[in-house]
Structures are given as structure tokens and as C-alpha cells.
């Protein structure tokens, strides 16, 4: 069974440009989560989507959003990019929502901004 | 604010030790307290997890601590190995959603 697999692997963007990361999930999960993470930070929760709807939100600026397809695959799409987002975004999808126990990650993207 | 509040942020142990990483949270209302490993280059995975209502839980070299009335958490790796380097994250559960604390790099040497 394939993993959670995340793309592009690594990214490279200037300061006021978007960015749009894509996600798909295990096969047969349908919530599929997005995290921050940063050094000195930990993960640090952006939303989840359960059957294309956000069904829950973290505390970031209306910069970032995201979005579900019926296959359940997901895109993160951050604009007017500033040099704070430049993190390791972690996609994690589960069966549904709040299924912790059976959380799995992928491998993440490396977003710098320069 | 952040919620759950782990420590040390990086520690170094030799083949052999016990590291013991701690932490710590507020609101008595999570109910589900996992702990992640991440090795450089992956996404972090689900290592061992607790509920408030068990004081300790052992799976393999890795044991939780739980203490409830203090809010207190810990995660103990017994004669911890150098595969065992990786960054771990404790993490609590409430409401559908998972707050972590912000890592311990863990270095275990030969």
C-alpha cells in the first residue's frame, strides 16, 4: 500500500510570489491534514479536509488555504509568500476526521523563501 | 499559546542510556497523547500512545510515563541505540485536533 505522497519534494520561491503543494493520501483515506513545521516551532496545525470540506482550521493568516478533490488528494496553496513560511510542510492523511491513532505523514516539502 | 510544552529541545546520550524526554500540557480536556518519531528526510511517525486513564504504557525499548494530576508526560527509550537518533514529538489530542510540542533532537552515540 502506497504511503502519503507529497510534491513537489523541495521548493524555491521569492518573497510576494504563491505557491501550491499537493497531497495524496493513502489510498481509501479521506481527511487529509496539513502542518507547519518549523525549527524551535514543532508542527504546527494549518486544516484538514474530510470529504473536500475544511472541517477544521489553525491559526494562520488567510494567506494559506487548501483544498480537496473527490479522490481525496488535497493542494496547500500559501500567497504573497513572505521569508517566515519558509518551513517543511507536512501532509498527513487518516480514514476520517480526528482518527489520530491511524495518522499517517508524508515526507513533507521543503519550501524556502527568498 | 503554545499548549503542550516539551523538553529538553536536543539531547545526547551514549549507546546504552535511557534519555527521557518530558512533557507537559494545560487543558485536562485531551484525551489522547501520542509520541512521533522523525528521522531527517521523512515525515514524523506514530511511535506510542496513551490515554489519561493508563499511568504507563510499554511497547518494545519505548515506555510512556503518564501523570495525570500533575499533566505531566514523558517518553523513556531503554537502552537506546544509534538508530535511535531522530527528532521526537510528544502531541495531545482534543476536539479533532493534534497540538504537538516543538521536538527534542535526540543523538545517541556508540
Known amino acids: 500500500k502506497a504511503g502519503v505522497t507529497q510534491t513537489p519534494r523541495y521548493l524555491i520561491k521569492t518573497r510576494g510570489q504563491q505557491v501550491t503543494l499537493s497531497c495524496s493520501p493513502i489510498s481509501g483515506h479521506r481527511s487529509v491534514s496539513w502542518y507547519q513545521q518549523t525549527p524551535g516551532q514543532g508542527l504546527q496545525f494549518l486544516f484538514e479536509y474530510f470529504s473536500e470540506t475544511q472541517r477544521n482550521k489553525g491559526n494562520f493568516p488567510g494567506r494559506f488555504s487548501g483544498r480537496q478533490f473527490s479522490n481525496s488528494r488535497s493542494e496547500m496553496n500559501v500567497s504573497t509568500l513572505e521569508l517566515g513560511d519558509s518551513a517543511l510542510y507536512l501532509c498527513a492523511s487518516s480514514l476520517v476526521v480526528g482518527q489520530h491513532e491511524k495518522l499517517f505523514f508524508g515526507s513533507g516539502t521543503q519550501l524556502s523563501v527568498l | 499559546q503554545q499548549q503542550v510544552k516539551q523538553s529538553p529541545q536536543s539531547l545526547i546520550v551514549q549507546k546504552g542510556g535511557i534519555p527521557i524526554i518530558n512533557c507537559a500540557y494545560e487543558n485536562t480536556a485531551f484525551d489522547y497523547f501520542p509520541w512521533y518519531q522523525q528521522f531527517p528526510g521523512k515525515g514524523p511517525a506514530l511511535l506510542i500512545a496513551?490515554?489519561?486513564?493508563?499511568s504507563e504504557k510499554k511497547e518494545g525499548r519505548f515506555t510512556i510515563s503518564f501523570n495525570k494530576s500533575a499533566k505531566q508526560f514523558s517518553l523513556h527509550i531503554m537502552d537506546s541505540q544509534p538508530g535511535d537518533s531522530a527528532t521526537y514529538f510528544c502531541a495531545a489530542s482534543m476536539n479533532d485536533k493534534l497540538i504537538f510540542g516543538t521536538g527534542t533532537r535526540l543523538q545517541v552515540f556508540p
Open positions: 496513551i490515554r489519561p486513564d493508563v
